[in-house]
């Protein structure tokens, strides 16, 4: 059963300092994960995308890790603003075999 799990699901840090999201998935075949930020009545706003060989790629302040032997990815934010006060949604695609 394909599973995608997001920690915490709420957060609440001092402006300045750091904070880490977890996604813990399940899906395979894994295709790439990617990290979104979502303002309140705003779309997602695509932050990373990590195929199976990466498993470090940063985007100004965030930072984006992923190990696919675990099925882990953390997204670490540096310096937190205001402007970060957002939703954050992890997306693990999964590879479509021929039939399915």
């Known amino acids: 059963k394909n599973q995608v799990e997001q920690s915490p699901q ?3 840090i001092l402006e300045g300092k750091n904070c880490t999201l977890q996604c813990n998935y399940t899906v395979s075949p894994f295709n790439n994960l990617r990290w979104y930020k979502q303002d309140t009545g705003k779309g997602p706003i695509s932050l990373t995308i990590m195929t199976f060989s990466e498993n470090t790629k940063s ?3 965030y ?3 992923l190990d696919a032997d675990t099925k882990q990815s953390s997204l670490h934010i ?3 603003q205001l402007s970060d006060s ?3 949604i992890c997306v693990v695609s999964t590879l479509c075999s021929p039939g399915t």
């Open 59 to 61: 985007n100004g302040r």
């Open 78 to 80: 540096t310096a937190a």
């Open 86 to 88: 957002a939703s954050y």
């Open 10 to 12: 709420s957060l609440i």
């Open 63 to 65: 930072i984006a890790t």
